[in-house]
């Protein structure tokens, strides 16, 4: 995996703080993320209030501009017009929520490179307007837009420069949660096992039988009539 470039930084500290969490023992009580620092979010504010200011004086030049009086062909008008209306589309629906998100998550990584990326988009094409407005609009068009220019690269600027920040604090907390997790495995390692003791010290109980009970010589009724021992014969004389 690249890591060289802002965006495999990203990548690889997110990976790898998932892999470091997937080894690390699981703990009876659940984790809960450490609150940003005041002053990165102090920081974070400003950057984003000059952020909203700038957006908001690029869309104010962008109204004024009059790319139908220009001295151009009809095609680089028209492909004028469209980056103007896509830009104001940008600074007008887009990049309030990309603020907001990173206000509620101010050491999100994923957050700050989506900004950051936008950004970079919108240097991009504001740069061919303010390259379209000196080659054929007003010299008022020129400066006002070059002036929005130069505040949304230093806002791109500084927002690479904390990126690459908050990526060094998660390669910490990376190598933190590595620690931690060598160490739970070691523990584990060196832990005895457990026995399980059988206690047989106490006598086996014998299993006394009960005797047959005995048969009754009495007849089965009582009050039953006997039959007699026969008679014996008289004697003769």
Same mark, same amino acid.
């Given at each position: ?17 998932? @892999? ?41 030049? %962008? ?30 629906? @887009? ?13 999100? %990584? ?11 988009? %919108? ?11 000196? @080659? ?40 933190? %949660? ?60």
């Amino acid at each position: 995996m690249n890591c060289r470039s802002i965006p495999g930084v990203c990548a690889c500290v997110a990976w790898l703080l998932a @892999a470091a969490a997937a080894q690390t023992a699981p703990s009876s009580q659940p984790e809960v993320a450490a609150p940003a620092s005041y002053a990165s979010v102090s920081q974070l504010n400003t950057m984003l209030t000059q952020l909203e200011q700038a957006s908001q004086a690029a869309q104010l030049d %962008l109204a004024k501009m009059r790319i139908e009086r220009w001295k151009a062909d009809g095609g680089s008008k028209r492909q004028a017009q469209q980056n103007v209306e896509s830009i104001e589309r940008n600074l007008q629906e @887009a990049l309030p929520g990309m603020i907001a998100e990173l206000r509620s998550s101010p050491e999100s %990584l994923p957050s700050s490179f989506k900004l950051y990326r936008n950004l970079d988009a %919108l240097y991009d094409v504001f740069g061919a307007v303010v390259e379209s407005a000196g @080659a054929w609009g007003s010299k008022d068009e020129f400066q006002s837009l070059e002036s929005d220019l130069g505040a949304l690269e230093k806002s791109r600027h500084g927002f690479a420069d904390r990126m690459e920040s908050l990526a060094s604090a998660k390669e910490m907390e990376l190598a933190r %949660l590595r620690s931690e997790a060598r160490s739970a495995q070691a523990a584990a390692s060196a832990a005895p096992p457990k026995k399980v003791i059988v206690d047989d010290t106490e006598p086996v109980k014998k299993v006394v039988k009960k005797k047959p009970a005995a048969k009754s010589t009495k007849p089965a009724i009582s009050g039953a009539a006997t039959t007699p021992p026969p008679t014996p014969p008289p004697k003769s004389q």
